[in-house]
């Protein structure tokens, strides 16, 4: 570790690496401070900033979660995704973009961690699968959720699920339109609005029975370099 960061800056950074594995998005400022035992906030800022400097992360002021690591950052702090004696890494199936304009089909075989062998295969740590079955990955098409921070290009994981509660993130099958969609999920009495996280686009509102709710998304997978 460069002489350049401090203990606390070294323990700030492998907390954001733990959270984000165990969680699949990057704490909030207050979660660095509590877990990092640091006093205010302008202090977490002060040490965001060095590792900012430093190069192992990037961040936005504009938004709550807007930390990412860089592949200094991620490759740097020795970090175990896994306890000890668990499987390190588990199989799902590679379903394609998530804008497809075909509904997704449940995945065969993803909850034993062997897919389908016909389909491609994505290798993940087991601890974002955790117990979960029928859980599947989509590479992310467009920008509709980047306030999420999931990007174009980016890769979810998603558990197969017919059902979501509000404020889910969702993917969608919209069979009148012939796609699918990934957004925040709400029922509003008999329509369904599905919410952007994005500010240049407008919700989709459509009557509940033209929404089928394909999946929860429970992890974000990004490649930062």
Same mark, same amino acid.
Do not use: F, Y
């Given at each position: 570790m460069p002489a350049e960061l401090s203990p606390r800056q070294r323990r700030v950074l492998e907390f954001i690496r733990r959270f984000i594995g165990e969680h699949g998005y990057p704490p909030t /400022? &207050?979660?660095? %401070? !509590?877990? %990092? !035992? /640091?006093? *205010?906030? *302008?202090v977490a800022n002060y040490n965001l900033r060095r590792l900012a400097e430093a190069g192992y /992360? &990037? &961040?936005?002021?504009? =938004?709550? &979660?807007?930390? !990412?690591?860089?592949?200094a950052g991620a490759n740097l702090v020795p970090f175990r995704l896994r306890p000890a004696g668990a499987t390190e890494a588990v199989q799902v199936p590679l379903l394609g973009r998530i804008a497809a304009g075909l509904p997704i089909p449940v995945p065969t075989g993803a909850e034993s961690g062997a897919p389908d062998p016909d389909l491609d295969v994505l290798t993940v740590p087991a601890e974002l699968v955790g117990n979960r079955q029928n859980v599947y990955a989509l590479k992310v098409q467009g920008q509709s959720m980047v306030d999420a921070l999931i990007d174009d290009g980016d890769i979810i994981l998603?558990?197969?699920?017919?059902?979501?509660?509000?404020?889910?993130? @969702? @993917?969608?099958? =919209?069979?009148?339109?012939? !796609?699918?969609? =990934?957004k925040r999920f709400y029922l509003e009495g008999d329509r369904v609005r599905l919410q952007p996280a994005n500010p240049l686009m407008e919700p989709i509102i459509l009557p509940a029975d033209q929404v089928q709710v394909q999946g929860r998304v429970i992890a974000v997978l990004r490649r930062l370099a």
């Open positions: /400022i &207050r979660e660095i %401070c !509590e877990a %990092c !035992e /640091i006093s *205010s906030t *302008s /992360i &990037r &961040r936005s002021d504009r =938004l709550s &979660r807007a930390i !990412e690591l860089t592949a998603v558990q197969h699920t017919p059902t979501a509660e509000n404020g889910d993130m @969702v @993917v969608a099958w =919209l069979p009148d339109r012939k !796609e699918t969609t =990934l």
